[in-house]
């Protein structure tokens, strides 16, 4: 299998201009995935774990092109400058009515497929429509649902919040479903590795 190498990852991190915020959202998300993928090759469960490294590195490389309300008000300072606001605009343009996980994985499709499909994936509703089928896509989903911020918290403090953060409109079923399913795929990771979830922190 084919991928960038995590120094190449970084690089497309600042090529894109990802924000500084966001950077380290996918930082944090990157540290929860390899310990997951860790503690799997731990108990002989095999998982692919460079493409979890950089499937959990990369995922929001375009995070700002679907961002709801102020996009800048998370942003660092350096990150409003009106240089990169341009660039941020000319994205949101360019991928308009693209989910980030859609427009990030486009970027590559082309030369790292596999690493594409993961990132995908990431998606919220990827969970309800049973697009997650491997370790490596269950992990790096699951990973970036434990991270608020820079932080890992559990399962509910993080939908609460991404639901107030970026206006997050869905109906009470629908929310109830998507939640259910998280807690089984949550249940399934750690029934694996024999951990509570409370070990990821």
């Known amino acids: ?3 960038p190498s995590r120094t190449e990852c970084l690089r497309v991190l600042k090529e894109y201009n990802t ?3 966001i950077v380290r959202h996918s930082l944090a998300v990157n540290k929860a995935a390899n310990y997951l993928a ?3 090759l731990a108990h ?3 998982v692919n774990a460079e493409l979890i490294d950089r499937g959990s590195l990369l995922h929001d490389v375009l995070r700002v092109c679907d961002i709801h309300g102020d996009i800048y008000f998370f942003m660092d300072e350096a990150d409003k400058t009106e240089e990169k606001k341009k660039i941020y605009q000319k994205q949101r343009e360019q991928y ?4 980030h996980a859609e427009a990030t994985a486009g970027l590559f499709q082309d030369q790292y497929p596999e690493l594409a499909n993961v990132i995908r994936k990431h998606r919220l509703s990827a969970i ?4 997650l089928t491997t370790w490596e896509e269950k ?3 699951y990973a970036d649902k434990r991270v608020n911020h820079d932080k890992i918290v559990t399962l509910d403090g993080r939908m609460v919040e991404g639901k107030k953060r970026w206006h997050i409109k869905r109906n009470q079923e629908e929310s109830d479903l998507i939640m259910n399913k998280m807690k089984e795929l949550e249940k399934e990771i750690f029934q694996a590795i ?3 979830p409370n070990a990821l922190h």
């Open 1 to 3: 299998m084919n991928l």
């Open 19 to 21: 924000p500084q915020n």
């Open 38 to 40: 860790e503690r799997f």
């Open 44 to 46: 002989k469960i095999p």
């Open 96 to 99: 308009a009515g693209q989910h």
């Open 128 to 131: 309800v429509k049973g697009q």
């Open 139 to 141: 992990i790096v989903y």
């Open 194 to 196: 024999n951990e509570d």
